[in-house]
């Protein structure tokens, strides 16, 4: 219900936004969503502004692939949430094929998953619908121009992910060869007598070593533990 109010309000955003002035650019767009209200509210808006040229949409994830090779957008909105094959799935398979065109998401999505699932599959910038209809403007001529466009929150998102990987890639680089070879085998499931067992050492011994990586990475558990590694 409340994405359903996110698709509604931003709707209502962009149909209530005057045409922009002053920009000689061509830049053609090509949109990927299926609420088919929002999907026709959109390509009104981007055809009244200067310098824009919406040139197709799509309802789904197959029309796209079928249709985008053909219509050969500078730039692309991207919904998540299509039925059938989902957005960031199309997103892979267009960048694999026409990797020279810039795919912006358009989502309800703020989960970091999604986020970096989109990123990882080829998505130059991402923003929530929430946003307001001008930053779409922005974010279109700003991923045409080389940058990659991100919601503030999103922004923050992604930061945050960074640097929490670069403290949990210094905490393990603290350990020592055999404490990661240990932790290496938890990440794979590995009891005790397991790892005793691959390594070649005592079932104390592999205590001891789960006890100095818990020190090392400020954890109390394995699956902390397991986290932080597959963080790095």
Do not use: W
């Not at 910038?125 to 940058?147: C, D, M, Q, T, W």
């Not at 403290?167 to 085998?185: C, G, H, I, K, M």
């Amino acid at each position: 219900m409340a994405r359903d109010a996110s698709k509604q309000a931003m709707a209502e955003a962009v149909a209530a936004t005057p045409p922009g002035r002053g920009y000689e650019l061509m830049i053609t767009v090509s949109i990927v969503e299926d609420d088919a209200k929002l999907r026709a509210t959109l390509a009104r808006y981007l055809a009244a502004q200067p310098g824009l040229r919406c040139v197709s949409t799509y309802p789904n994830a197959e029309a796209a692939l079928a249709g985008i090779p053909e219509a050969q957008p500078d730039v692309v909105l991207m919904d998540i949430n299509l039925p059938g094959l989902s957005g960031i799935e199309c997103v892979a398979r267009l960048h694999q094929t026409q990797p020279e065109i810039k795919i912006v998401m358009l989502t309800v999505f703020e989960e970091s998953d999604q986020v970096f699932k989109a990123l990882s599959a080829g998505a130059f910038g991402y923003l929530v619908k929430s946003i307001r209809p001008a930053k779409i403007l922005e974010a279109i001529r700003e991923v045409h121009a080389g940058g990659s466009p991100m919601s503030s929150n999103i922004a923050r998102r992604v930061v945050q992910s960074f640097q929490q990987q670069a403290a949990a890639r210094a905490e393990t680089e603290s350990l020592s060869a055999r404490e990661l070879e240990v932790l290496q085998a938890l990440s794979k499931g590995y009891a005790y007598k397991q790892i005793a067992a691959e390594l070649g050492i005592s079932l104390g011994t592999v205590r001891t070593y789960i006890q100095r990586i818990y020190e090392k990475l400020h954890v109390h558990s394995h699956a902390e533990a397991v986290m932080k590694y597959a963080r790095k």
